[in-house]
């Protein structure tokens, strides 16, 4: 199981980027995949899950804002960010795990055996 992540840059404030996430070495409908960031002097934190079966959440902070789709043909992940705002600035990571069972991912980063090597987002003022 591989992920690398592509996409960031530097935007300003009410600007918009789009993530990808190419994937390989998974079955579909047996992994959850995520998307998280990272902060200076903040902790890791999911922004957008789908589960096994495609059940897409958000966390709170991005709904509205975010989107997270998946190109099974060209096995991408996507995470459209739109209005983006000085707090969203991070490092952002592709992540899965294995599952049978969750329909909705869990979004402890713990959980998550499988990571990209992250790509970083600057959104200045």
């Known amino acids: 199981v591989q992920l690398e992540e592509s996409g960031g840059d530097s935007v300003q404030t009410g600007g918009s980027l789009r993530l990808s996430c190419a994937a390989s070495?998974?079955?579909?409908?047996?992994?959850?995949m995520a998307w998280f960031r990272e902060s200076l002097g903040k902790e890791r934190e999911g922004v957008a899950y789908?589960?096994?079966?495609?059940?897409?959440t958000y966390a709170d902070s991005v709904k509205g804002r975010f989107t997270f789709s998946r190109d099974s043909a060209k096995n991408y992940l996507y995470l459209q960010m739109n209005n983006l705002a000085p707090e969203d600035t991070g490092m952002y990571y592709c992540?899965?795990?294995?599952?049978?069972?969750?329909?909705?991912?869990?979004?402890?980063?713990?959980?998550?055996?499988?990571w990209g090597q992250g790509t970083q987002v600057t959104v200045s003022s």
């Open positions: 992540a899965a795990y294995f599952t049978w069972t969750d329909e909705v991912c869990d979004s402890s980063p713990g959980r998550y055996r499988h």
């Open positions: 070495g998974f079955t579909a409908g047996t992994y959850c």
């Open positions: 789908r589960g096994r079966l495609g059940t897409i």
